[in-house]
C-alpha cells in the first residue's frame, strides 16, 4: 500500500529519475488496488473492467506534479467516458468517478446527474469534489458545489467534475493496507448509483 515513500516520489527532480520512483514505488501498489477493484466492479456490474496505469509518455521536460490509474470498461482507454481513479498528489490519495478531457456526452452526463439530486445525499459525509483533474484542489461535495459543478460541467467544454473522497498523507489508515484497500471498496461501491446512472445517460 502507499508509504511515506510513495508521497516523497514527488521530490525527485527530473523527469526520468521521477518516473523511475514513480515505476518503482508508486504503480505496483496501483497493480495491486487495480486487482482487487477491478474484478469487483465487474461482477457487481456484469461487464468487464481494466486497468489503465498513467504512463506520462506525453511528457517530455516537466515531471508529473501527480499521478493515476484507472478502472474503466474500455479496453483501450478510459478518458473518453465516465470511469474510476486512484491517484496519488504530495498530499493525498484520491479515490474518485471522474469526467474529465471532454468526453462524449458531457453535457447529458451532467444534466443526468443534475436530475437526480438524491443520488449524491446517499453519498458519505467525507465526499469531495475536484474540477480540474491538473489541480488539487477539493471542494466539500456540498448540494451547492455539486450543482454549480455540474452546470459548468454542461455549459463549459472544458469543465471537469471528480466526485469521491481522499486519504490524507498523514492519515492513521495507511498503518493498515487491508483497512485502507477496504476504505477504497467501500468509496467505489458508494459511487456506483452514479456511475449506473451515466451509464444510462
Given at each position: 500500500?502507499?508509504?511515506?515513500?510513495s508521497f516523497?516520489v514527488?521530490q525527485?527532480?527530473?523527469l526520468?529519475?521521477r518516473m523511475?520512483?514513480?515505476?518503482s514505488?508508486?504503480?505496483?501498489?496501483?497493480?495491486?488496488i487495480?486487482?482487487?477493484i477491478?474484478?469487483?466492479?465487474s461482477e457487481?456490474?456484469e461487464?468487464?473492467f481494466?486497468?489503465?496505469?498513467?504512463?506520462?509518455r506525453?511528457?517530455?521536460?516537466?515531471p508529473?506534479e501527480n499521478?493515476?490509474?484507472a478502472?474503466?470498461e474500455?479496453k483501450?482507454?478510459?478518458k473518453?467516458?465516465?470511469?474510476f481513479q486512484?491517484?496519488?498528489?504530495?498530499?493525498?490519495?484520491?479515490?474518485?468517478?471522474?469526467?474529465?478531457d471532454?468526453?462524449?456526452g458531457?453535457v447529458?452526463?451532467?444534466e443526468?446527474l443534475l436530475?437526480?439530486?438524491?443520488?449524491?445525499?446517499?453519498?458519505?459525509?467525507?465526499t469531495?469534489?475536484?474540477?480540474d483533474?491538473?489541480k488539487d484542489?477539493i471542494?466539500p461535495?456540498t448540494a451547492?458545489?455539486?450543482?454549480?459543478?455540474?452546470e459548468?460541467?454542461?455549459?463549459v467544454?472544458?469543465?471537469?467534475f471528480?466526485?469521491g473522497?481522499i486519504i490524507?498523507?498523514?492519515?492513521?489508515l495507511?498503518q493498515?493496507?487491508?483497512?485502507?484497500?477496504?476504505?477504497m471498496?467501500?468509496t467505489y461501491k458508494?459511487l456506483?448509483p452514479l456511475y449506473?446512472?451515466?451509464?444510462?445517460?
Amino acid at each position: 500500500m502507499f508509504t511515506e515513500e510513495s508521497f516523497q516520489v514527488f521530490q525527485v527532480e527530473g523527469l526520468e529519475p521521477r518516473m523511475t520512483a514513480i515505476r518503482s514505488e508508486i504503480q505496483p501498489v496501483f497493480q495491486k488496488i487495480g486487482d482487487t477493484i477491478c474484478p469487483k466492479l465487474s461482477e457487481t456490474l456484469e461487464s468487464p473492467f481494466y486497468l489503465h496505469i498513467a504512463q506520462h509518455r506525453r511528457r517530455s521536460v516537466h515531471p508529473p506534479e501527480n499521478t493515476w490509474a484507472a478502472f474503466s470498461e474500455g479496453k483501450r482507454g478510459y478518458k473518453m467516458a465516465p470511469h474510476f481513479q486512484v491517484g496519488i498528489w504530495p498530499d493525498y490519495v484520491f479515490l474518485w468517478l471522474s469526467m474529465i478531457d471532454q468526453p462524449k456526452g458531457q453535457v447529458a452526463f451532467a444534466e443526468t446527474l443534475l436530475n437526480k439530486p438524491t443520488l449524491f445525499e446517499a453519498l458519505p459525509e467525507d465526499t469531495v469534489l475536484n474540477i480540474d483533474h491538473t489541480k488539487d484542489q477539493i471542494l466539500p461535495a456540498t448540494a451547492e458545489n455539486v450543482s454549480a459543478s455540474l452546470e459548468r460541467l454542461a455549459k463549459v467544454k472544458k469543465a471537469e467534475f471528480q466526485i469521491g473522497r481522499i486519504i490524507k498523507k498523514d492519515a492513521p489508515l495507511w498503518q493498515n493496507s487491508e483497512q485502507a484497500l477496504a476504505y477504497m471498496e467501500a468509496t467505489y461501491k458508494s459511487l456506483l448509483p452514479l456511475y449506473t446512472a451515466l451509464k444510462n445517460a
